[in-house]
Nanobody, 120 residues
């Protein structure tokens, strides 16, 4: 089970930190990913992180602005979002995978999303 939180309303240029808490004892065995879905659009890859956090991956649209991290002791991954833009507005989801993919179909255990709204 995955539970995303931390979304909200923020002005352009602002920051938010999303969290995704996982239940279960095998959290550290999985890559974790963040995806987002805006109204009328397909779900898109945002970021992913390896089992111990040594490797991170980002969509070009967020590179340099977002940073993903994880704390396996707390079974939690984070997405620090800086310099937010109106086009970042979406529902953000976290999910687990056995290795790095940018394709959402390779992920499972999707949690409920958290809404991020960036006003201009």
């Amino acid at each position: 089970q995955l539970q995303a939180s931390g979304g909200g309303l923020v002005q352009a240029g602002g920051s938010l930190r999303l969290s995704c808490a996982a239940s279960g004892r095998t959290f550290s065995n999985y890559y974790m990913g963040w995806f987002r879905q805006a109204p009328g659009k397909d779900r898109e890859f945002v970021s992913a992180i390896s089992w111990r956090g040594g490797s991170t991956y980002y969509a070009d649209s967020v590179k340099g602005r977002f940073a993903m991290s994880r704390d396996n002791a707390k079974n939690t991954v984070y997405l620090q979002m800086n310099k937010l833009k109106p086009e970042d507005t979406a529902v953000y989801y976290c999910a687990a995978s056995i290795q790095y993919y940018s394709d959402s179909r390779q992920y499972r255990n999707w949690g409920q999303g958290t809404q991020v709204t960036v006003s201009s």
